[in-house]
């Protein structure tokens, strides 16, 4: 660093002027201070009064300051919390996807569980009031009293549940609702019991409440349904929460009844056991399945945490809109939660909310419609791949997912690839072959099987099943099924 000054005025002025330069103790360091010091007559305002101009100097000085800090790394890590949880395959996938149909190839997207269909027109057109009518404000965080209202109704109505309004949490989706209950009631060391096949982000959801998923493996043979005696076995006193899905994602299975009736029977011996019921597929069930509710079985509602919403059923995933249903401690909870990290719903997708739950009996003629061209789509897949080797398959009575068992063709060579030794490798290479996106099944917890969705129009799955079979033909069984 360099310090210059031009001094103005007589040398022989009384003044003496001095440049101080202090270095930093490293070698590195080279901010440079300048002080003055001057010997100039002590003058009070008073005596300035009459006194003529006198002449002063002027001093200039250039100073290029450097730092005195040495460059240090800042520190990157992160939560153990964060560092415990795996990034969704689902998006993950779907993404990848996306970004190749940007680059020009012509992939076929079977990964994300989203409906192709538009959103009933009639719950579009609430929003659109909405707007129009400027109800664009911030609604109370619980959600608002209409909405609550409309939403007991139709608990009590199509679930034979009852609940008063303040027992519902509107929140931003139904992963919200999932992700508030488990922080709410889990401690750390606690156990969250989740059958296998499971969705992607209860796992992770249970990590990052601290607490520890404890897995519990079903069977194809079984429609992948929880085996009660497997479930009693497992339990411990560290357990807090039972997951159940029903309809399932990702294997579309039903709980029928009489098995929910076992599964309370156990859950009702101890006491500390909640059960987080995830139910946003309920309205998407092929007969002769039918829905039941955990929560209205005898003595399940005081220890049950019912989550639903309206992304699935009325093609609303953008919405973003979403509710749980349980006693008021847990609500409040959960609410208090909420309430810090996104307050209340969209206002405007609340109103669509009503619009949707005023549609019916189920969503009515609209969801109806949806459903029926979804049962169509599964049994054009269950035909289709019945007929290829080696594939194992539980014929799905809900939801829109086939997984299917796809071990037989694991261990094959392929000339050009590499090894098929798992989902994954299976799924890269029916992406690469087939240009087909599907999720591998050790996402869900079960490394034998692929999802396909199937919330995409016939043409486009009759598309992407001659792209499977043709990647497939080269393939034989490495195993006899």
């Known amino acids: 660093m360099a310090a210059s000054s031009s001094l103005q005025g007589s040398p022989?002025?009384?003044?003496?002027?001095?440049?101080?330069?202090?270095?930093?103790?490293?070698?590195?360091?080279?901010?440079?201070?300048?002080?003055?010091?001057?010997?100039?007559?002590?003058?009070?305002?008073?005596?300035?009064?009459?006194?003529?101009?006198?002449?002063?100097?002027?001093?200039?000085?250039?100073?290029?300051?450097v730092s005195c800090y040495k460059q240090m790394e800042v520190d990157i890590s992160l939560s153990p919390r964060v560092n415990s949880v795996?990034?969704?395959?689902?998006?993950?996938?779907?993404?990848?996807?996306?970004?190749?149909?940007?680059?020009?190839?012509?992939?076929?997207?079977?990964?994300?569980?989203?409906?192709?269909?538009?959103?009933?027109?009639?719950?579009?057109?609430?929003?659109?009031?909405?707007?129009?009518?400027?109800?664009?404000?911030?609604?109370?965080?619980?959600?608002?009293?209409?909405?609550?209202?409309?939403?007991?109704?139709?608990?009590?109505?199509?679930?034979?549940?009852?609940y008063t309004p303040d027992q519902i949490l509107v929140s931003n989706g139904a992963k919200q609702s999932v992700l508030q209950a488990m922080v709410a009631v889990c401690s750390p060391g606690d156990e969250v019991i989740i059958p296998a096949p499971y969705w992607v982000s209860y796992p992770e959801i249970a990590r990052l409440a601290d607490a520890t998923p404890v897995i519990l493996s079903t069977n194809?043979?079984?429609?992948?349904?929880?085996?009660?005696?497997?479930?009693?076995?497992?339990?411990?006193?560290?357990?807090?929460?039972?997951?159940?899905?029903?309809?399932?994602?990702?294997?579309?299975?039903?709980?029928?009844?009489k098995l929910l009736e076992k599964i309370a029977q156990i859950v009702a011996r101890h006491p500390r056991l909640l059960?987080?019921?995830?139910?946003?597929?309920?309205?998407?069930?092929?007969?002769?399945?039918?829905?039941?509710?955990?929560?209205?079985?005898?003595?399940?509602?005081?220890?049950?945490?019912?989550?639903?919403?309206?992304s699935k059923a009325f093609a609303m995933t953008g919405w973003r809109l979403g509710y749980l249903a349980a006693p008021k401690h847990f609500?409040?909870?959960?609410?208090?939660?909420?309430?810090?990290?996104?307050s209340g719903a969209s206002s405007i997708s609340q109103k669509a909310g009503v619009a949707a739950l005023g549609m019916g009996y189920a969503g009515g003629e609209a969801v109806?419609?949806?459903?029926?061209?979804?049962?169509?789509?599964?049994?054009?897949?269950?035909?289709?791949?019945?007929?290829?080797?080696?594939?194992?398959?539980?014929?799905?009575?809900?939801?829109?997912?086939?997984?299917?068992?796809?071990?037989?063709?694991?261990g094959m060579e392929v000339e050009g690839f590499g090894m098929i030794k798992d989902s994954e490798s299976l799924c890269r290479y029916l992406l690469e072959k087939a240009q087909v996106a599907l999720v591998p099944g050790d996402a869900f917890g079960d490394d034998r099987c692929v999802r396909i969705s199937y919330a995409t129009s016939l043409s486009t799955l009759r598309a992407a099943m001659d792209k499977i079979k043709k990647a497939l033909i080269s393939l034989r069984p490495a195993v006899p099924v």
């Open 12 to 65: 022989s002025n009384a003044s003496r002027h001095q440049f101080v330069g202090a270095k930093c103790s490293s070698h590195s360091d080279i901010f440079r201070s300048v002080s003055f010091s001057s010997h100039l007559p002590d003058f009070s305002l008073k005596s300035l009064e009459n006194t003529k101009p006198i002449q002063t100097q002027r001093i200039t000085a250039v100073v290029r300051p």
């Open 86 to 162: 795996k990034p969704s395959k689902t998006v993950a996938i779907t993404d990848q996807a996306r970004a190749l149909l940007e680059a020009g190839v012509p992939v076929i997207g079977l990964a994300v569980g989203e409906p192709d269909f538009d959103t009933p027109a009639v719950i579009a057109e609430a929003g659109i009031n909405a707007i129009r009518e400027g109800y664009t404000r911030y609604t109370p965080n619980a959600g608002t009293l209409e909405l609550r209202k409309a939403i007991c109704h139709k608990l009590k109505e199509e679930n034979g549940i009852s």
């Open 220 to 257: 194809i043979s079984e429609n992948f349904l929880l085996d009660p005696e497997l479930l009693e076995s497992k339990i411990t006193d560290k357990s807090r929460v039972l997951i159940l899905c029903s309809p399932s994602n990702p294997t579309g299975s039903v709980y029928p009844r």
């Open 331 to 342: 609500t409040t909870a959960c609410g208090k939660i909420q309430s810090q990290l996104t």
């Open 368 to 410: 109806s419609t949806m459903v029926k061209a979804f049962k169509e789509r599964r049994d054009y897949l269950v035909e289709s791949f019945g007929e290829l080797d080696g594939v194992k398959m539980s014929e799905p009575q809900g939801a829109f997912y086939l997984f299917l068992d796809f071990s037989s063709y694991y």
């Open 275 to 310: 059960v987080l019921c995830d139910e946003i597929y309920e309205h998407i069930i092929y007969a002769p399945a039918t829905h039941t509710s955990f929560a209205s079985l005898p003595g399940m509602w005081e220890r049950t945490l019912t989550v639903n919403g309206f």
